[in-house]
């Protein structure tokens, strides 16, 4: 699978910033890549916010959802994954290592964003602990998108 066709959208919430401009690094020119629109006036109006993600989404997104301690708190991220769900996108989570599940077998479902979690359970979203190493990465993106392929996205 060539996977250079791919837009890479992080979403993530404020306090994680590390990991994201981390994960950017990582990837370097193996991806294009966006995140979180961070305009003041856009981030608490859902439909501006959905308005600007349409102008640097493209059919060929997939989304990774870095999951933090204090993610599922976060609304833009929980509209992000809406918003990739709706438009037919890959979403894969990325357990980081300052969440509590980080390299444990067991999830805890209350800190998980629930439209992440509950295409967890269908099958359609993967989860994956963080990892340093690009080809670990890109192995987890080709299990994502292959479940994209044989699942459907759950709307809540």
């Known amino acids: 699978m060539n996977l250079n066709n791919f837009n890479l959208f ?15 690094k990582m990837i370097g020119t193996h991806f294009n890549t966006n995140s979180s629109p961070h305009k003041y006036e856009i981030c608490h109006n859902f439909t501006k916010y959905t308005e600007e993600l349409k102008k640097i989404s493209s059919k060929n997104d997939i989304f990774i959802v870095l999951v933090g301690k204090e993610t599922y708190k976060s609304e833009n991220v929980d509209w992000e994954i809406d918003f990739g769900l709706h438009e037919d996108a890959c979403v894969m989570g990325l357990c980081l290592p300052t969440n509590d599940d980080y390299l444990k077998s067991d999830i805890n479902p209350k800190i998980i964003p629930e439209k992440l979690l509950t ?15 690009y080809d670990d990465l890109e192995s987890y993106i080709e299990i994502s998108l292959n479940n994209k ?8």
């Not at 992080?10 to 950017?24: A, E, N």
């Not at 295409?119 to 190493?133: K, V």
């Open 10 to 24: 992080i979403s993530y919430y404020h306090v994680d910033k590390y990991f994201r401009d981390k994960l950017s």
């Open 119 to 133: 295409n967890l359970y269908s099958g359609y979203a993967s989860y994956f602990d963080w990892t340093d190493n």
């Open 149 to 156: 392929l044989t699942k459907h996205p759950l709307f809540i």
